[in-house]
């Protein structure tokens, strides 16, 4: 899409109506689920977190008092603040859904179906400057990795999120973390660090990703939920073809 990287400051990546409080909480939240904050990690200290993040003390205090209701946090006197593995259940997914089996897989592309539609077009009507920027950004990333012959899974996963993070309603977003790695299912039937994707496969997807980009970029709310529905509905297909090559 031919867009660069656009350096964003932490008060430049707040969302619609959001406080600084919500912004950082958030931020910090997703860092635990993700991983990339795992149980056992100390948080920086509170100037670290106000540099960071470019907001006062009193935000950052807030925040984390925020993460401690959630059992996210806690703090440790004269230590600091530490993470804790997330309350069971929390973010584990589906409990019910089997990712070793693609009918499996299946049905949760049809539950994801009813919610992206929706998803895309909101984006369409909602997406700020910055949010489209992040669709792009996401987009062009999953083409270097094509590119370089390295795993997209965790792109095309970022992709779909930045779609959610633009309507502008979290809820988008916490159910696709809801979903988990099935979100993205070749990554879940991977061997390894090898995803199961031939190079047509990912031309594919691609092109598809690039119709929802474009028609969100040009907020075009019809075009958008179109382009998102014969996604997932390709997605569908394309799993079944794996079923019936047993």
Do not use: C, W
Not at 29 to 45: F, H, N, Q
Not at 76 to 81: A, C, F, K, L, P
Not at 109 to 137: F, H, K, N, V, Y
């Amino acid at each position: 899409m031919g867009r660069g990287v656009v350096q964003q400051s932490g008060q430049e990546q707040r969302k619609s109506g959001e406080t600084l409080v919500e912004m950082v909480a958030r931020r910090l939240r997703e860092s635990i689920v993700s991983g990339a904050l795992k149980a056992g990690d100390r948080l920086p200290t509170e100037g670290g977190l106000t540099q960071e993040y470019e907001v006062s003390r009193t935000v950052i205090r807030e925040a984390i008092a925020s993460l401690r209701a959630d059992g996210l946090v806690e703090a440790r006197h004269g230590v600091g603040v530490f993470v804790l593995t997330p309350p069971a259940g929390a973010y584990d997914g589906f409990r019910t859904a089997d990712p070793s089996k693609i009918s499996s897989l299946l049905e949760m592309l049809e539950l994801r179906a009813a919610i992206e539609i929706e998803a895309a077009g909101l984006a369409a009507i909602r997406r700020s400057p910055a949010q489209e920027e992040a669709i792009l950004e996401a987009y062009d990333e999953i083409e270097r990795l094509k590119q370089d012959q390295r795993p997209t899974v965790e792109a095309d996963r970022a992709f779909h999120l930045a779609i959610a993070d633009s309507t502008s309603n979290p809820r988008f977003r916490e159910f696709l973390q809801l979903v988990g790695k099935q979100i993205i299912p070749r990554g879940v039937l991977a061997e390894g660090d090898t995803e199961r994707s031939s190079e047509e496969y990912l031309l594919q997807i691609q092109a598809e990703h690039l119709g929802i980009a474009r028609a969100i970029s040009d907020q075009d709310e019809a075009a958008a939920r179109e382009a998102m529905r014969l996604h997932l509905k390709g997605s569908q297909q394309r799993y079944r073809n794996f079923i019936k090559r047993g």
